[in-house]
């Protein structure tokens, strides 16, 4: 994988995915309003065993596996 943190793939992967929110949110066994916060910023904490799941749930779903600098610069 690339050299980027854990938190910052999964917010550039939700970033480029946002419609899909829902759905994701569904297989990764989180709320949609989590993923919400998250990706604003407003869960300092979000936990390991959450974000390998909701990355693991985005790479699944045919999200890059190296997000562009677009979507990496949109989640900022």
Known sequence: MNDARL???VRALLVA???DWPRIALKADVSHSW???FVRGKIPNP???TLTRLEAELLADGAPAVPTA???EASR
């Open 35 to 37: 993923i919400s916060q």
């Open 7 to 9: 938190d910052d793939r």
């Open 47 to 49: 936990g390991f065993a």
């Open 17 to 19: 995915k946002k419609g």
């Open 70 to 72: 677009e979507t990496t």
